[in-house]
């Protein structure tokens, strides 16, 4: 079942969105913050966006730790918030995330589910080599093996098909010209997502 977002009310006013989460996927440096940061921009009434970077940053800010050391707690700050402002009343809860880890998806989905929130895929269909001049461009690299471990995933993940007709996949072209319209797009139930 696809449900989609309905574009106005009768009386003109814009609709009050569904309880909706979009997931913006792809691997480190694929350009998912990049994305969401120019579709959202300074932030749009009723939508929460929920990235990694946020968390990252203040931890690089505030502690004179190496990143690499903090990175544990870091994940472990960013998948406690995801799953808060899931819960939370915000309508629309945009997460971007590599969507890699076999573990962390079914989390999140089913966390969706339990908040009654319909679930849209936008996956990054981007090149291990494009991602990681993506990396460099932002001044910020992951280490080889991880980002080995992460396409690997990827691969595997896409070549799953793990819901045809269900989710987005754009390239970084296709990425550029979306809208916050075509972000959230048609949604659907949380359970056919991942």
Known sequence: ???????????????????????????????????????L?????????????????????????????????????????VLRVLA???????LTDPWTSRWWRPVVLRAARRAGRAVRLVLLDVSADDAAEGQRARGRRIPEGRMRRHAGRWDRYRAADPAPGEVLVVDRPRAAALTFAGLLGPVTPAAAAG
Do not use: C, F, I, N
Request: charged share 20%; no cysteine; aromatic share 2%.
């Open 41 to 81: 921009g300074d932030g749009v009434p009723g939508v929460a966006a929920v990235d990694s970077e946020d968390v990252a940053a203040r931890w690089r800010t505030g502690s004179r730790v190496p990143y690499r050391l903090v990175r544990p707690l870091v994940h472990t700050a960013h998948r406690l918030r």
């Open 1 to 39: 079942m696809t449900t989609t977002l309905p574009s106005a009310r009768p009386d003109g006013r814009p609709p009050a969105p569904a309880r909706t989460l979009v997931v913006v996927g792809g691997l480190p440096g694929s350009g998912k913050t990049t994305l969401v940061r120019r579709v």
């Open 88 to 94: 939370g009343p915000a309508p629309v809860v945009v």
